[in-house]
């Protein structure tokens, strides 16, 4: 008689023990299920939202690409960050100081130069007779999205069919004819007289450091 009481009480514990674990399964579920969908939704409305505003926000009165206040012809081809509207021209060529924007005639082909892009990446010009090059170190691969107050509708339709994050690389040496080219790894471009090559660089030479370094940072040379 207890025996039997026993079992019966057992089995009925694990009876609600077993709905229980049901109710807590689906409800974990369905829990789960709603925040992928939330999660789903968020990234949606964010993606949404910033080909909105590449249409909607208003134009800059001086457009950072196609603007060009100060009236200089790019000859080199440039380099923008798409977050700042910072334009670097990758000029391995001497300006001339005579003639703002023009080449100097005379290329003395006897020294190197280190400086900065308007972003604070290094920059190295070496103007030698056997190699004339410029080389730059972008940060790694993930880039800040385009902010497009710095652009005309124009110039954000040309820059957002390659790249809508970090970096892209610009000839604006004809204004009405801008080509953009996405900066990738392994790329390798010919912009009229200029060679231009994306490679991933490994400074330091032990894995230790790269494996610990972060992202390696772009090469980026002319
Ligand atoms: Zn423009
Ligand atoms: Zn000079």
Not at 45 to 53: A, I, L, P, R, S
Not at 97 to 122: K, M, W
Not at 150 to 167: E, F
């Amino acid at each position: 008689m207890l025996k039997t009481l026993l079992k019966k009480l057992v089995s009925l514990l694990s009876e609600k023990w077993l709905r229980w674990m049901v109710i807590l399964w689906a409800g974990g579920l369905f829990l789960f299920c709603a925040g992928l969908h939330i999660g789903n939704e968020m990234c949606y409305k964010t993606e949404v939202e910033f080909w909105q505003g590449i249409v909607t926000v208003q134009e800059p009165e001086s457009c950072a690409i196609c603007g060009n206040s100060r009236g200089l012809t790019f000859h080199a081809p440039c380099l923008l960050d798409l977050s700042t509207g910072n334009l670097v021209e990758l000029a391995i060529y001497e300006p001339s100081c005579r003639y703002p924007g023009e080449l100097s005639e005379n290329q003395s082909l006897d020294h190197s130069v280190i400086t900065f892009t308007a972003n604070g990446d290094p920059m190295f010009i070496d103007r030698l007779k056997d190699i004339q090059r410029c080389v730059t170190y972008l940060p790694g691969k993930e880039g800040e999205p385009m902010d497009p107050v710095h652009y005309c509708r124009n110039c954000r339709a040309i820059l957002a069919r390659v790249a809508t994050t970090g970096y892209v690389l610009l000839d604006l040496y004809n204004l009405d004819e801008i080509e953009a080219y996405p900066i990738e790894e392994g790329a390798e471009y010919n912009i009229r007289i200029y060679s231009v090559s994306v490679k991933y660089s490994l400074q330091g030479t032990t894995q230790g450091r790269y494996l610990t370094g972060g992202v390696p940072p772009v090469r980026f040379s002319m």
